[in-house]
């Protein structure tokens, strides 16, 4: 199952910021978070991932919560190509392994509109 | 545009064909994946190959049958498949199995069986 909760939709005005949020409250102190989206017809796309510290890449920033529980991903300057469903996922270990496993839930729509 | 490549883009196939997908990567990646994707549901982790043998297997019908002849290529054999099989085959990479590296999709093989 997966171990996040994220809005079923979401709108956002092109130009804005779009701002997607996510918990994960049952987080474990070794298990990244993870974003990813998928635009339709496309594989999923790696956007950013973190594990406790603020992240950002030329794509997003990723605000993780002091106690981990939560996160926000915020695309600063949303267009319509941003239009899609958005992942929030938790990495976790497979057994005794190090493979991660990525869990996918329901995620967020995202409607970039004019 | 992915870095990770698969064929073909579509496939149509009876019950009683036997068929491969193909995934190809040349960023030296040392893991690869297979999930499946059902209409719009997210997708799920068949496979994963960790340094080319394969290290977990979420309990998958043996009519899919991975393969992985080198660190760049990863095959999915199929035979017998039910129309309940029909979906996006999506492949993935990363540098290594670890729960800290991200994995980058390719765009899929939407499978159709008849």
């Known amino acids: 199952d997966a171990k996040t909760t994220q809005p079923p939709s979401m709108d956002c005005a092109e130009g804005r910021a779009a701002n997607l949020p996510c918990n994960h409250s049952?987080?474990?102190?070794?298990?990244?978070v993870y974003w990813y989206r998928q635009i339709h017809s496309q594989g999923p796309q790696y956007i950013i991932h973190g594990l406790k510290n603020n992240e950002t890449n030329e794509m997003a920033s990723l605000i993780i919560t002091e106690d981990r529980k939560s996160s926000t991903l915020i695309l600063p300057h949303a267009t319509l190509r941003d239009t899609a469903v958005y992942y929030c996922i938790v990495r976790v270990a497979l057994g005794s392994s190090n493979t991660g496993k990525l869990i996918f839930g329901q995620g967020t729509t995202l409607q970039v509109k004019p | 545009d992915t870095e990770v490549t698969q064929t073909p883009k579509h496939l149509v196939m009876g019950m009683t064909n036997k068929k491969s997908l193909k995934c190809e990567q040349h960023?030296?990646?040392?893991?690869m994946y297979w999930y499946k994707q059902k209409a719009k549901k997210p997708p799920e982790l068949m496979f994963v190959?960790?340094?080319?043998?394969?290290?977990i297997n979420e309990s998958v019908p043996s009519r899919f049958s991975p393969e992985c002849p080198n660190s760049s290529l990863l095959n999915l054999h199929l035979h017998a498949l039910q129309p309940e099989d029909s979906a996006l085959y999506l492949c993935a990479s990363s540098q290594d199995p670890g729960y800290a590296q991200p994995q980058h999709f390719g765009d899929g093989t939407r499978l159709s069986i008849l």
């Open positions: 049952t987080i474990s102190g070794n298990e990244y």
């Open positions: 960023m030296g990646h040392r893991a």
């Open positions: 190959y960790s340094y080319e043998k394969l290290s």
